[in-house]
């Protein structure tokens, strides 16, 4: 006998997508931002071993591949920021690259401190840094760049 036999089918309807829709956003978030810490560490570590550029130069490089990576997948897919025209495209660009500046600043002196002056291994504070950088990224952007609302969807009750 199935337990779930004498249940409302009504209570369940809708769940899972209703949950999906409202952490669709940062599930993606966390996902793209997985590939654009791939980009950062991996153009990162190619211009520091590869390409032999002293860190800080290394580090800027890493972080404007990945902030370009950050806004295509961010406006197309996160937040679906589509059908805008260009001055608004331009708009929105101007202010992710400006916070993207705030949070690179931030990403740059975590190196330059913990590698230049105190010595630390590279690869895992440029993880740290990226890491802090992410979620100060992810505030700017829902809040600041894309204005991400949650579309609410209205039910007749019946």
């Not at 897919?77 to 589509?82: A, D, G, H, I, K």
């Not at 992810?138 to 894309?146: G, N, P």
């Amino acid at each position: 006998m199935n337990t779930t036999e004498g249940m409302e089918p009504v209570l369940w309807e809708g769940k899972p997508q209703a949950m999906w829709h409202r952490c669709r956003h940062a599930v993606l978030y966390v996902f793209f931002g997985g590939l654009t810490t791939l980009v950062n560490l991996a153009v990162y570590w190619l211009a520091l071993e590869k390409m032999s550029l002293p860190n800080v130069p290394a580090s800027i490089i890493a972080w404007l591949l990945a902030v370009l990576t950050a806004f295509v997948t961010n406006k197309l897919w996160v937040f679906e920021s589509r059908g805008k025209g260009r001055q608004e495209t331009f708009r929105e660009l101007c202010k992710f690259i400006y916070c993207r500046l705030a949070t690179g600043m931030i990403d740059v002196s975590i190196m330059y401190v913990g590698v230049d002056l105190l010595s630390g291994p590279p690869v895992p504070l440029k993880a740290l840094a990226d890491a802090i950088a992410t979620i100060l990224n992810y505030a700017a952007s829902r809040w600041l760049v894309f204005h991400y609302q949650a579309k609410t969807t209205k039910r007749k009750i019946r």
